[in-house]
């Protein structure tokens, strides 16, 4: 994801910032002593262009490691788009001056990756100044910016500069203005500016409905914290985000669009972000001929399921609602997800599927606020630069008992599921990437400029179709329910994009095709629509890469092929995008075993 001017993209560039940094800058405890010198030296040129833009976003900069950013905050001083820029050719003169006269190809190729990184910044940058009105959510940003710096596995030290952001956030620093002061002003401004899309109402709409919890899991989070002497700058803080939220609905609200669809030329941008390079027609017929596909084999294997379960229907939809019936809740529930993970740990060890790290992975609820801003499960990195034995974390939504102490029906508490889910964000997904990445020998390049959610995505849900054989018949099910999503994702997303079906429609789609809840269903709307447009189409594209690299390194091997030895090196690359890792895999995996 690329920086732009809009406060949205801006806010989710420093997500994926906040994910994904790692720098030779003291790795995690366990990881590996051993950095080869060009992996040093490329990752000296990359902290070069992360401190030059980290101060365009401190809060996330500081979070995931660049040093002596904590104290800072968001930037949205004047000419922040001119100064963006300017920043970005400057860092892109700094990496050719230096990629001239660079030996190494490895680092080379690094330079390369970072030079690309900043020129598609850029060109986002561009676009979305000169085309998108910069309305963004500032709670949720700030929210973020607090749960990260406060998080427990912080040292107490570091957490105290939240007091110093505090004051900077409402102005009461000398030299700084309260932080929405500034939000109103710059869209007041460019709301002069004629014909600037407008943002979509659904979304203003669903951030003024979720910005008091924010507000209040702020307290929640600094009452976990042994930080004294905040209580009167937080409410102080608190007022400032209601107040503006005020605004919002009476000065923003009434200016947005009714239709969630993007001009095409903004939502291909969105794909070449996401890493996705093929049209919109490509990805709907990809999408289209892979949902069919994959439903054909859940016919197939509903019976198989049923039969075992003693359910008197063969239909998958049954099947896959009656395994939802078989609800895990309160302290079972992470009980139950803890004892699944470790069966997945002994899968992937006896089949040799991928190398395990030493440390357990681990998974926790999330808080209410912390649903409120990310209500889907995901894995929580900490910073990987600087990091003294921070881990990563499964987090799975929370899920509230009814008032009649009853549980709710969730599609995250049913043991069906949690075999596809705990593969994809633990192990041997995500948690596994990011794990592989602390224990060092990645470069930074290959690791943050090279990201993009092709290449992370891909990853995961390749993650859970090799480990889905083994797994007991119900949890094959719900992991082609889940492939089945993302097949459905690649070609609903640019549909509702470009106008060619109704939201109304792809949710009937997603209720009664995939079998979501009406929960679960409107949050892929929303998230096709206007929280992340095109992101949720690179899961399958990525899948799709990554399947299509193993078939041909297997053509090629034969006898020779080990899916362990492939795992682990295509891990060992980082973040690679397809053509480049394919290069790595042709040249540094291949060739060696054919000689």
């Not at 952001?165 to 009461?172: A, E, H």
């Not at 407008?198 to 910005?211: A, H, I, M």
């Not at 009406?518 to 892929?524: I, L, M, P, S, W």
């Amino acid at each position: 994801m690329q920086t732009t001017k809009s406060f949205k993209t801006v806010l989710l560039s420093c997500f994926a910032f906040s994910l994904l940094l790692i720098s030779n800058h003291s790795f995690a405890q366990g990881a590996s002593n051993f950095t080869p010198e060009w992996v040093k030296r490329s990752n000296e040129i990359a902290y070069k262009v992360l401190e030059a833009n980290a101060k365009f976003a401190p809060e996330f900069s500081g979070q995931s490691g660049v040093e002596g950013f904590d104290e800072e905050i968001f930037d949205l001083g004047e000419n922040l788009y001119e100064r963006q820029q300017v920043t970005a050719e400057q860092n892109i003169a700094m990496l050719n001056s230096l990629l001239a006269k660079e030996e190494d190809p490895r680092v080379a190729q690094d330079i390369e990756i970072m030079i690309k990184s900043e020129k598609d910044g850029m060109e986002s940058n561009r676009i979305n100044y000169e085309r998108v009105l910069p309305y963004g959510n500032i709670t949720g940003l700030i929210f973020a910016g607090f749960r990260g710096l406060l998080d427990k596995q912080v040292p107490f030290e570091r957490q105290q500069a939240a007091l110093v952001r505090l004051k900077k956030y409402t102005g009461q620093t000398e030299g700084y203005e309260a932080l929405t002061e500034r939000a109103k002003i710059i869209l007041t401004e460019r709301s002069q500016v004629p014909d600037l899309i407008k943002p979509f109402v659904g979304e203003v709409q669903q951030d003024l409905e979720r910005s008091p919890i924010m507000i209040e899991g702020l307290k929640s989070i600094f009452e976990a914290t042994e930080l004294e002497a905040y209580e009167q700058d937080l409410a102080l803080l608190s007022e400032q985000l209601t107040a503006y939220n005020n605004w919002v609905k009476e000065t923003i609200l009434p200016n947005t669009r009714e239709s969630a669809a993007l001009p095409r030329e903004l939502y291909e941008l969105q794909l070449k972000n996401y890493g996705v390079d093929n049209s919109p027609e490509a990805l709907i017929r990809t999408g289209q001929v892979g949902f069919m596909n994959i439903r054909n084999e859940m016919i197939a294997l509903a019976p198989q399921v049923a039969r075992q379960k003693g359910y008197q229907t063969n239909n998958y939809r049954e099947v896959i609602e009656l395994l939802k019936k078989e609800q895990v809740h309160g302290d079972k529930l992470m009980a139950k997800y803890r004892e699944t993970m470790l069966e997945l740990d002994a899968i992937i060890e006896r089949e040799e599927l991928v190398s395990l790290p030493d440390e357990p992975a681990r998974v926790r609820m999330a808080t209410a606020a912390e649903t409120a801003q990310q209500p889907a499960a995901h894995l929580d990195v900490p910073r990987l630069v600087g990091n003294t034995g921070e881990f990563p974390e499964f987090i799975v939504p929370t899920i509230v008992a009814n008032e009649d102490g009853s549980w709710p029906t969730s599609d995250y508490a049913f043991p069906a599921m949690m075999w596809t889910l705990a593969a994809h964000e633990a192990r041997p997904g995500h948690e596994m990437q990011f794990t592989t990445m602390l224990r060092g020998g990645v470069s930074t390049a290959r690791a943050l400029f090279a990201f993009n959610s092709a290449n992370v995505e891909g990853w995961a849900l390749y993650a859970e179709a090799i480990a889905k054989p083994y797994m007991p018949l119900e949890g094959q099910l719900i992991s082609l329910q889940d492939r089945l999503l993302r097949a459905a994702r690649i070609w609903l997303d640019p549909m509702l994009n470009l106008g060619l079906i109704s939201a109304e429609e792809a949710k009937r789609v997603l209720m009664e095709e995939v079998v979501l809840d009406d929960h679960n269903a409107q949050t892929e709307i929303d998230r096709y629509t206007f929280r992340i447009p095109a992101q949720a189409t690179a899961y399958y594209y990525g899948y799709e890469n990554l399947q299509a690299l193993r078939a041909s390194t297997e053509l090629r091997l034969k006898d020779k092929f080990s899916q362990q030895e492939f795992h682990d090196f295509l891990l060992a690359q980082g973040l690679l995008p397809p053509e480049v890792l394919s290069k790595a895999v042709n040249e540094n995996f291949i060739a060696p075993r054919l000689k």
